[in-house]
């Protein structure tokens, strides 16, 4: 069974604060794959990383960055210097295989408010 | 521009008719996705299609049906059996699995169903 617990159920920082977004997960899987996926007011949800078991390098793209650590079952997510326009519900995901088939389980979701 | 289509955004349902959600997407992807969220829940799995003419049951189908006639097309119908069918819904594509790897999932901006 597959489990992600996203145990922020909302955050409030002040514009240009750092914020980091907690997700912890289960899996027996050996292989799986975790996503980080914003949702804007808009509705959609838009991919933002992929990473997969086997790779634990911290990665970095511009204003974000993530840390997996293996050891944990953890897959951090930080904002540096947050803007209004990252208000939005995060939601951290674990895929791993099911009947040969992707199978994606979600975590509940951190709703992240920046305040001017 | 590539992308998924969800119509209509808000869709208003009597209590015991069906209803059919649209979903269409044309970025060549085999696989596709419907999701229900509900307000402190993430997201669930509803049905899931790896290729056309085959689908499968997610976690929460009850109440729901589906099908893939067309690559580009998967519609979701809520039926009368459904009981507690007010939510927002979300459709999704991928790649599918691509070896070992499983692909990332784009997603549509949502319909909202209200029973009334």
């Known amino acids: 069974a597959q489990k992600v617990t996203q145990a922020q159920t909302e955050i409030s920082v002040v514009e240009k604060e750092d914020v980091t977004l907690d997700c912890v997960y289960e899996t027996r899987d050996t292989t799986y794959y975790l996503f980080w996926y914003k949702q804007p007011p808009s509705g959609e949800l838009v991919f933002l990383i992929r990473r997969n078991s086997f790779d634990e390098q911290n990665e970095i793209s511009g204003r974000y960055s993530w840390n997996f650590q293996k050891s944990t079952s953890s897959f951090n997510f930080t904002i540096t210097a947050s803007q209004v326009v990252d208000s939005a519900v995060y939601f951290c995901a674990l895929s791993g295989a099911w009947g040969g088939y992707q199978k994606v389980t979600f975590g509940t979701g951190t709703k992240l408010q920046v305040i001017p | 521009d590539g992308g998924i289509t969800q119509s209509p955004k808000y869709l208003f349902r009597k209590e015991g008719q069906n209803v059919t959600l649209s979903c269409e997407q044309n970025l060549n992807h085999d696989a596709m996705y419907w999701y229900r969220q509900d307000p402190g829940q993430g997201l669930r799995l509803i049905y899931y299609?790896?290729?056309?003419?085959?689908?499968q049951k997610g976690d929460i189908a009850e109440g729901y049906s589906v099908s893939r006639e067309k690559k580009e097309s998967f519609p979701l119908t809520v039926t009368s059996a459904q009981k507690n069918p007010t939510a927002f819904y979300l459709c999704?594509?991928?790649?599918?699995?691509?070896?070992?790897?499983?692909?990332?999932?784009?997603f549509g901006q949502g319909t909202r169903l209200t029973v009334v």
């Open positions: 999704a594509s991928s790649m599918g699995r691509r070896g070992s790897m499983n692909t990332e999932a784009f």
């Open positions: 299609s790896q290729i056309v003419n085959d689908f």
